[in-house]
């Protein structure tokens, strides 16, 4: 009798999981607000960067209206907050702000000492080298002789001399004290090699003199994958914040975007059906509405525009999808499926 009472309650929990949304606190308030609140850069060119009249756009810039489509029903009810690596912990914890949507590297001291949830990889980063045309080099193990600009205690200047002392690469040190000072090195032909995370050397290539005499090495000798974060102790928030990630994977892997979303609403196909909401769990898990994901896609994209428009071909930036291509087209980006 006490193994049936015990199945009995069992399955009872079961059942509540898919007909009631784990709890949302920080969707709540976003709905009561009536807008989302998104941490961002103070200005990255290709991520999160504002124009002169203050409108901004990027990649991460994309994912909260996302987010703000899934949970609102309108990509633009979304206040762009710019914070430094310094303020936006506090933002997060405080509450000043419901995400941070950066260049922050997924660590483990993020997940545990700093009480952060990484939603997902939005973009798969690392350290690469920007380096001057005229040396004819299309890697880095070519770079014997070269002129190397590494900013004094910096960990990708640290990095770097490993990775070129591992391959017994021979070159001449120039110190920095800062960015704008391989800049300049670089640009009057002091220095032939400047170094940082991939996503930030394009951004630095746009300001170089001249951008056409520059190139970005294939190599990325650093692991630093980033994407959305929220704080813990939310998991609704969490996972609303993943899938909607997610919904952005999954719909260009279908071949769904927002110029066929409204054609794939005919679809036979189960994996289009439940992306859009019309059959399968929809949002009630979500605790938003039925079409949330097809909304994603409409107002803002799949993962594959929002990638073309701010940092790949259809961008200034021109960066190729290298990693961040869907696992079937020579890299290793996908989602779980939307079942």
């Given at each position: 009798m006490i193994t049936i009472l015990r199945s009995v309650t069992a399955m009872l929990i079961v059942m509540a999981c898919f007909t009631a949304p784990l709890s949302a606190i920080t969707l709540e308030e976003v709905k009561a607000r009536g807008e989302l609140n998104c941490g961002v850069s103070t200005g990255l060119p290709g991520f999160s960067n504002p124009d002169?009249?203050?409108?901004?756009?990027?990649?991460?810039?994309?994912?909260?209206?996302?987010?703000?489509?899934?949970?609102?029903?309108?990509?633009?009810?979304?206040?762009?907050?710019?914070?430094?690596?310094?303020?936006?912990?506090?933002?997060?914890?405080?509450?000043?702000?419901?995400?941070l949507s950066k260049n922050i590297a997924w660590t483990m001291t993020g997940d545990t000492a700093l009480g952060l949830h990484f939603a997902g990889i939005a973009f798969f980063d690392g350290q690469s080298l920007l380096?001057?045309?005229?040396?004819n080099v299309t890697s880095a193990l070519e770079l014997i002789g070269a002129a190397v600009c590494l900013q004094e205690g910096s960990a990708y200047g640290a990095r770097l001399q490993a990775y070129l002392n591992e391959h017994k690469i021979v070159y001449k040190l120039l110190s920095t004290a800062n960015t704008a000072q391989d800049l300049?090195?670089?640009?009057?032909?002091?220095?032939?090699?400047?170094?940082?995370?991939?996503?930030?050397?394009?951004?630095?290539?746009?300001?170089?003199?001249?951008?056409?005499?520059?190139?970005?090495?294939?190599?990325?000798?650093?692991?630093?994958?980033?994407?959305?974060?929220?704080?813990?102790?939310?998991?609704?928030?969490?996972?609303?914040?993943?899938?909607?990630?997610?919904?952005?994977?999954?719909?260009?892997?279908?071949?769904?975007?927002?110029?066929?979303?409204e054609a794939a609403k005919l679809s036979a196909e189960p994996n289009v059906r439940k992306l859009l909401g019309l059959e399968g769990i929809r949002g009630?898990?979500?605790?938003?509405?039925?079409?949330?994901?097809?909304?994603?896609?409409?107002?803002?994209?799949?993962?594959?525009?929002?990638?073309?428009?701010?940092?790949g071909i259809n961008s200034p930036l021109k960066m190729d999808r290298g990693l961040n291509g869907l696992w079937n087209r020579g890299g290793i980006l996908y989602a779980p499926p939307m079942n």
């Open positions: 002169g009249e203050g409108k901004w756009s990027g990649l991460n810039v994309d994912i909260c209206r996302a987010l703000a489509a899934a949970a609102l029903g309108d990509a633009g009810r979304v206040k762009f907050i710019p914070l430094t690596e310094k303020s936006q912990m506090t933002a997060l914890q405080s509450g000043e702000v419901d995400l380096v001057r045309k005229k040396l300049k090195e670089i640009a009057a032909g002091r220095c032939d090699v400047i170094t940082g995370r991939r996503s930030e050397l394009y951004g630095l290539l746009q300001k170089t003199e001249k951008p056409e005499d520059m190139m970005i090495l294939p190599e990325v000798i650093s692991r630093e994958p980033f994407g959305p974060v929220v704080r813990q102790g939310d998991d609704g928030w969490f996972n609303l914040v993943r899938w909607t990630l997610f919904a952005m994977i999954n719909a260009e892997a279908y071949g769904v975007s927002s110029a066929t979303v009630k898990g979500l605790g938003v509405a039925d079409d949330w994901a097809y909304q994603v896609i409409r107002q803002v994209g799949n993962y594959g525009e929002i990638f073309d428009r701010n940092i």
